[in-house]
């Protein structure tokens, strides 16, 4: 498969490996030093793109890749304000995007245990619920993409929360009070950390922790790769829950 590497960063690099060792050509790769080499013609050359840059230029690629018809995978997190908007556009134009905030499988495993412990706590009101993300001191947004599915699966599922605040704790300001309805992501930005996450459940008696660890990139760069070999041939908006099978 002949693969277009938008964004050739940390996650970039590491797809990069997974795409070789799985047999595939880069046909391009973009950063921030070669923008002139970002051409719906250059685009037109992949049988599929995987977008890991920014959350302020991955609209412009998803654009661009509809307008070469290629099929894009992407993993950029921040830009799912737009999503709804993205998504139209590819039915009425016949678009394919596979799109996922974390494409590790161990972290959609965390996904489906959070939606079914959060059910569970809806018969133990004793208990409150707060988040944790952690990652790398670089990390453009928060909360990370992550944290917001973790949450979102949180709110669907456990009657009294019914929204999420988010509070970036950088040292310099108190832990915000929020309303007894609202699920806290605290985000910490720590040297290095490639992405922890953590739903806990807390009452005056003890204490029950959802947690996620990634030691590596690894996970997500195979994943986002896998993702890109079964969107292929296919037309249409996907997510790893039509990819795994639980
Ligand atoms: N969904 C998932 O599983 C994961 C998502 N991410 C997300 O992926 C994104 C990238 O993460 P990293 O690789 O760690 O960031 P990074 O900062 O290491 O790399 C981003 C790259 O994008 C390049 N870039 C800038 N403008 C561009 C443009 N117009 N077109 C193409 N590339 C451009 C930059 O030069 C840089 O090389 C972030 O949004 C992050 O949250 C990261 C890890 C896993
Ligand atoms: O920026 C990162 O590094 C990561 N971003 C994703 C997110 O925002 O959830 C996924 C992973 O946690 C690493």
């Not at 070469?68 to 997190?77: D, E, L, N």
């Not at 799109?99 to 489906?112: E, M, P, R």
């Not at 896998?226 to 969107?231: G, M, P, Q, S």
Request: hydrophobic share 40%; charged share 25%.
């Amino acid at each position: 498969m002949k693969i277009a590497l938008l964004g050739y960063g940390k996650m970039g690099k590491e797809i990069e490996q997974i795409a070789l060792q799985r047999g595939h050509e880069i046909v391009l790769k973009v950063n921030d030093t070669n923008l002139e080499d970002l051409t719906v013609e250059n685009l037109a050359k992949a049988d599929v793109a995987i977008e890991f840059s920014t959350p302020f230029t991955v609209l412009g690629n998803i654009d661009l890749c509809f307008k070469a018809s290629t099929p894009i995978v992407v993993g950029t997190t921040g830009w799912y304000a737009e999503f709804d908007k993205i998504k139209e556009r590819a039915s009425t134009e016949g678009n394919a995007l596979f799109h996922a905030t974390n494409f590790s499988i161990g972290v959609n495993i965390t996904f489906h245990i959070n939606k079914v412990l959060a059910k569970i706590m809806n018969g133990f009101p004793g208990y409150d619920v707060q988040m944790e993300e952690i990652h790398h001191t670089q990390k453009l947004d928060h909360p990370s993409g992550t944290a917001i599915t973790l949450a979102e699966g949180v709110l669907e599922n456990l009657n009294r929360k019914q929204k999420y605040g988010a509070w970036l704790n950088d040292g310099n300001e108190q832990k915000p009070t929020v309303s007894e309805d609202t699920l806290l992501i605290e985000a910490l930005r720590q040297e290095a950390v490639p992405g922890t996450h953590t739903v806990s459940y807390i009452s005056e008696i003890d204490r029950i922790d959802l947690r996620h660890e990634a030691f590596n990139r690894k996970g997500f760069a195979t994943g986002a790769v896998v993702a890109a070999e079964w969107l292929k041939d296919k037309k249409g908006v996907f997510t790893m829950k039509d990819l795994l099978s639980f």
